[in-house]
């Protein structure tokens, strides 16, 4: 596989925020390869750039805050919502359409994993939700930047995606329970319909994938420079989140509200 990555130019030209993006990744300090486990390196790595994403005004005020109003609240809540799950379904769709490039390679047992195969609970989500799933046409720019970085890395240095793969299960997978549990009480869910994307696994679950998960990042046949950089990509992939979550929080009614004071607008 190459070793080049993140820290060439790609065959399209990106926006001059991810190439931003790109230039803070390659300057941040990583540990030298080989004295840990890729797992290691990756959860020590991103813990920033993951906080920052998961602590997004968005995400708390979506998932965390008590939304008051009565109807009206529950509705704002619930576009907010709809918005978000488009969001992931459009990239999720993306990430899913190239794994065909990466069947019976050495990234095979990472990429394949079936907790990432998502984009068919996400269609049921928002079929429930909206009755329909188009999200192309709802994907906002920097879900668009998201979804061009992975066909990039996809064409030039597909143990890239490594990254992508890892921060969605950081993202996704282990915070399924807690989400699930706050969008069921919401909007009063009966079973898994709403929550079929955060289809939430029992901690002794949890537990095991997580080992299942590291042993296999752990076992990739990569050279100390295809670690770095996907350590370098795992804290893009992070912010390239958080910058999804920004924009859906911008101008958003109840959510700049709760970041600056603002009262809620009607919804749009």
């Known amino acids: 596989m190459s070793a080049t990555g993140s ?30 486990p890729l797992s290691v390196l990756l959860e020590e790595g991103t813990a920033q750039a993951r906080q920052q994403a998961e602590r997004s005004l968005f995400l708390q005020t979506l998932f965390a805050d008590d939304w008051e109003g009565g109807v009206y609240g529950q509705f704002v809540r619930a576009q907010h919502y709809v918005s978000y799950l488009r969001q992931l379904h459009y990239l999720y769709s993306a990430f899913e359409a190239l794994l065909p490039r990466v069947v019976d390679t050495p990234l095979t047992p990472v990429l394949l994993l079936p907790e990432l195969r998502r984009a068919d609970a996400l269609e049921a989500d928002l079929v429930y939700f909206c009755g329909e799933t188009r999200s192309d046409a709802f994907a ?12 990039e890395i996809a064409a030039d240095a ?14 996704d997978v282990f915070t399924a329970a807690p989400r ?45 420079d295809e670690v770095q950089e996907v350590v370098q990509e795992a804290r893009m ?9 920004d924009e859906l929080a911008r101008g ?14 009607p919804p749009r």
């Open 158 to 171: 597909p143990h890239l995606l490594v990254a992508h793969a890892y921060a969605r299960c950081m993202l």
């Open 7 to 36: 820290l060439r130019l790609s065959r399209t030209e990106l926006s001059a925020r991810v190439r931003r993006l790109s230039d803070v990744e390659a300057a941040a300090p990583v540990r030298e390869p080989g004295a840990a």
């Open 180 to 224: 699930a549990r706050s969008i069921s009480e919401a909007f009063e869910l009966e079973d898994d319909r709403g929550i079929r994307f955060y289809d939430a696994s029992t901690a002794p679950e949890l537990a095991a994938f997580r080992v299942r998960l590291h042993s296999r990042i752990d076992g990739l046949e990569l050279d100390a």
């Open 237 to 245: 992939a992070f912010r390239l989140h958080a910058l999804v979550c």
């Open 140 to 151: 906002c720019l920097e879900a668009r930047l998201h979804a061009q970085r992975l066909r």
């Open 252 to 265: 958003a009614p109840g959510i700049m509200a709760r970041g600056g004071g603002a009262a809620p607008c």
